[in-house]
């Protein structure tokens, strides 16, 4: 179960990718998987989920590289951030990271779990 109390310590430079992915999105939902090493912890890769694809067909895709799923990258500049209960239908044990708008209107990296049917948020720590 995770511990969302904990920090996840992503690296800078990524953060910054997948917050530049968010900005230039053509479409209104970008979704992706962010990969790491198969026995790491800390993200270093991402791949957009091809329309039709499930997050299984990313899985292989990804292992034949020797990476994994670390995590799933939704983005709906439309919607509230949280991730809506519908996100979670389909693989609800993998972390969730959204793009939002801050307060000063500043996009910023979040993530979420679902705990029990509840939408629980993530410390994200993004190191310097």
Do not use: C
Request: proline share 9%.
């Amino acid at each position: 179960m995770p511990t969302p109390t904990i920090p996840i310590l992503i690296p800078r430079r990524f953060a910054i990718r997948l917050l530049h992915e968010a900005q230039i999105a053509t479409t209104p939902f970008l979704s992706a998987v962010v990969a790491d090493e198969a026995g790491g912890s800390v993200p270093n890769g991402w791949m957009p989920i091809v329309e039709g694809a499930s997050v299984a067909e990313m899985q292989a895709m990804l292992r034949q590289h020797g990476k994994r799923v670390w995590a799933l990258y939704r983005h709906r500049p439309e919607l509230p951030n949280p991730p809506l209960a519908e996100d979670f239908a389909d693989h609800p044990e993998l972390l969730r990271l959204t793009a939002s708008l801050a307060i000063k209107g500043v996009l910023q990296l979040r993530g979420w779990w679902s705990i029990d049917g509840a939408i629980v948020e993530q410390e994200l720590d993004v190191e310097a």
